[in-house]
């Protein structure tokens, strides 16, 4: 359930509120809006007779207290009461009236094509660096990345480029690698039900970029995100990067719907990632004008200055030398919906 506080209420009545809460044996979140703080109780299900038992109503400092409707409690929109969550990484914001651009190889393959990828990425404007030095590919015949190597490449552009860094983590036991390098930590779209990775990340407290799932609900990705919110961890943003429909003249379906529906059930930035959904490099720049416009907070996309010879995702693949007319084209979209470019 959420308690409202007063627009009067002072640190001590809200402190008194969250106090009895924990005592409980629940989780308090508190959201400081412009006018006035609201607190969520998040109990497990056993645990809610407890919390609703506690008569926060009428205590100093408590308007009302009214339950969350959601199945998700912390994702829920009601929760911040409608406020957008801004997440700052590195000094990017992503949320509100920012958009992200993210940009990158799918994998990392050697350090020219990663620093080279960097730097154009970079100069056109881009707010973070992505690519994968683990990858999870259908075939486990398929290059599987480079690993600590592509980690320590990425760390590399990083103090070259001063980009934030964008990479997936796969296995729990490459968790504290990962961590060494990613600003933020990429869960891929086969692992978002994969719940103790999901968890782990939450205590990890490192922003993460969490992708919807092949055949996932909203509601599921939703559910997801909790999992990591619930460990304390508030920087997650989320990611439609296509889904499996009927449709077969393409490789998944982007449901752009997704972004203004999770707008009003969630209060997490939103993220649209064109390359996977289409599979194909002419299709990748229409869909992101299309993303920026409809209010997406931001693009992950990948790019590469070879795609030819690229080992991963090479037909998907933007040309390192289209990048900073894509990045222009794509602010100019992002500002329709009343964003501009996130920078430090
Ligand atoms: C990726 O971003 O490189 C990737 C594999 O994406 P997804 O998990 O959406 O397939
Ligand atoms: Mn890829």
Do not use: W
């Not at 209060?267 to 920026?292: E, Y």
């Amino acid at each position: 359930m959420m308690i409202v506080m007063k627009e009067t209420a002072t640190d001590e009545e809200v402190e008194a509120v969250v106090e009895k809460i924990e005592r409980a044996g629940a989780l308090a979140h508190r959201s400081k809006g412009a006018r006035v703080t609201v607190i969520g109780a998040i109990g497990d299900v056993e645990q809610d007779i407890t919390v609703e038992s506690l008569g926060l109503e009428g205590e100093p400092g408590v308007d009302r207290v009214v339950p969350i409707l959601k199945p998700y409690k912390l994702a829920s929109a009601e929760i911040t009461h409608g406020e957008r969550s801004v997440l700052e990484i590195e000094g990017r914001k992503v949320g509100g009236e920012n958009f992200a651009l993210m940009a990158g190889p799918c994998t990392v393959e050697s350090r020219d094509q990663m620093l080279e990828t960097a730097r154009v990425v970079r100069d056109a404007g881009a707010s973070f660096l992505r690519g994968g030095a683990y990858k999870p590919r259908t075939s486990p015949y398929a290059f599987q990345g480079l690993g600590q190597e592509g980690l320590r490449l990425l760390a590399e552009a990083k103090s070259e480029t001063g980009l934030p860094i964008v990479t997936e983590l796969m296995d729990m036991r490459d968790l504290d690698a990962v961590l060494e390098v990613a600003d933020v930590v990429q869960i891929g779209a086969r692992n978002m039900q994969n719940y103790p990775l999901l968890a782990e990340i939450g205590r990890s407290g490192r922003p993460a970029l969490l992708k919807r799932g092949l055949s996932s609900t909203l509601d599921e990705l939703l559910m997801a995100a909790e999992y990591i919110l619930k460990e304390g961890n508030r920087n997650v943003m989320l990611c439609e990067r296509g889904i499996r429909t009927f449709e077969t003249a393409y490789r998944f379906t982007l449901d752009l719907m997704a972004v203004p529906v999770l707008k009003e059930l969630t209060h997490l930035p939103v993220i649209v990632d064109p390359s996977h959904a289409a599979g194909r490099r002419d299709l990748v720049t229409p869909l992101s004008l299309a993303a920026a416009a409809v209010g997406a907070d931001g693009i992950i996309v990948e790019v590469h200055p070879k795609p030819e010879a690229a080992i991963c995702d090479g037909p998907q693949a933007l040309r390192a030398e289209d990048f900073a007319s894509y990045a222009i084209a794509v602010e100019q979209a992002a500002q329709l919906a009343g964003k501009a470019l996130s920078a430090v």
